[in-house]
C-alpha cells in the first residue's frame, strides 16, 4: 500500500473522510480514524472536520513542506450505521492486504451507493413505533400511545414526500410538527383523554435534536471546538422550527376546531416501560440503519441504558442515574469493540437515545414560552442540563476505565 502512487492514496483518504462524514461519525472520532488510516498508508495527513465542511492536509512523509491541501462543502451528516460497519470492515481488509488500494477506493464507492437497507413500509412502521414507544416510555395513558403511533405514521408520510421534494425537504420540520399538533387538535374533541403537547412531542421524537445535543457537547469535550459548537447551534435551531411549527399548528387547529378540555386517563403500567425500550430499540434499527447482525446487541445497549439509569436513580438523583447508565453503555460498547474488532459507536448510540434528554428540552422550553407543562417535572431546564453532562462525563469516564480498542 505505501508502494501505490501518492495520488491513489490521497484519493482513499479523502473519499473515506467524505464517506464516513456522510454516515454521521462525529468529529473526534472521524480525525483520530483518518490519522490512523493515513499512517497504514504510509503518510502525513491533518484534519479538520465540521458538520458542513472538510479540510484534508496530507504529505509524503519526510515531506511535511509539500503537503497537498482538500477542502469540501458538504452537508451534515446522517446516521447510516450500516454503512459506517461497511467501511470499517473495508479498512480493515485494506490495511490486512485482503484488498489493493484501488479496489478499496471502487468498494467505497459502491458503499456509497448502496440502496436503503430497510424499504419504505418498513420505515414506516418504525417510525410509529418509536412515536408509541417514546409516549410509553413517559410513562403517559394508552390513549397518548395509540394516538402517537398514529400521528408519527402520518410524520412519516411527511418524510417521503421529502425525499422526492426539495421544496418540502426544506420547511420538514416545521411542517411536521405544524401539521401533528393540527390534527391533535382536532383529536382532542373525539377522544379528550390525550395529552396533546405530549402526543405531538411523540410524534415529532425522530426529529428531537437530543443525541445531536449530546455528541456536541461530547466534540466539546474532546476541545472540537468548531464542530462542537457548529451541531449544537444546528440543534438548537432544529428546535426551535419544531417548537414554532407546533405553536402555530395549535393556533390553526384552535382556530378551526376550538377548544377542547381535557380529561385525566389512567397511566400506562410501569412494567411496560421495558417493553417500550425494546419497540424503541428496534425502531432505531430501521431510522439508524443498522444490520441486522448487529442489532441485537445496540437493543442490548438499550436495556443496559435504562437498566443501570433506573437502578442509579433509586440511590441517587436522574442526572447522577444518567451518569451511571452512559458510563455503563460506554464500558458495554468498548468491550463490544474488542471483542467483535467492530466500531463502539455500532451499540453505544442506541443505549445514548434512550438517555438523552432532548424531549425534556422541548418540554423546558414550552414550559418557558406557555407556562405550561406538558409533564409535571419540577426545574426541567436544570434537570435537562445535568443530564447532558452527566451523559458526557459517563462516556469520558467509561473510555478511561477501558480504552477503546478502535478509533470509530
Known sequence: MTSSPFAQRRKFIINLGKALHKFGTPAYRLEAHLLNVTAILGMGGSFIVTPTSLTFALWQLGEHDQQQ?????????????????????LVDELASGERGLVEAIDRLEDIQNKPEPYSHPISFLAFGISGGAFAMLMATSWND????????????????????SKGVSKMLEPLVSLVSAFCVAGLMHYDPHINKSLVV???IIAFIPGLALTLGLRELAARDLMSG??????????????????????????????????VQPE?????????????????????????????????????????????????FDVALGAFFGAFCVGIYSNLYSRIFNAPAILVSLQGLVILVPGSKVYIGLNTVVSGQQILAVDSIGTQSFLIFMS??????????VLRPSRSL
Not at 400511545?145 to 422526492?164: E, G, K, Q, R, T
Not at 422550527?241 to 390553526?252: M, Q
Not at 451523559?391 to 478511561?400: E, P, R
Open 145 to 164: 400511545v395509540i394516538w402517537s403511533f398514529i400521528m408519527s405514521l402520518v410524520v412519516y408520510l411527511f418524510v417521503y414526500w421529502a425525499s422526492i
Open 267 to 315: 397511566q400506562v403500567q410501569t412494567w411496560t416501560a421495558w417493553i417500550a425500550v425494546l419497540l424503541l430499540g428496534s425502531s432505531l434499527v430501521v431510522m439508524f440503519k443498522i444490520r441486522l447482525k448487529d442489532s441485537p446487541w445496540g437493543i442490548l445497549s438499550g436495556f443496559i441504558a435504562f437498566g443501570m439509569s433506573s437502578l442509579a436513580s433509586n440511590y
Open 69 to 89: 491541501l482538500y477542502v469540501v462543502r458538504v452537508k451534515p451528516g446522517d446516521l447510516d450505521l450500516g454503512s459506517l460497519a461497511r467501511t470499517d470492515e
Open 229 to 262: 459548537t457548529a451541531r449544537i447551534m444546528d440543534a438548537i435551531m432544529l428546535l426551535f422550527k419544531l417548537y414554532f411549527g407546533a405553536v402555530l399548528g395549535f393556533a390553526i387547529g384552535t382556530m378551526v376546531w376550538g377548544d377542547a378540555e381535557f
Open 201 to 203: 412531542l411523540s410524534s
Open 391 to 400: 451523559l458526557v462525563a459517563g462516556l469520558i469516564f467509561s473510555s478511561v
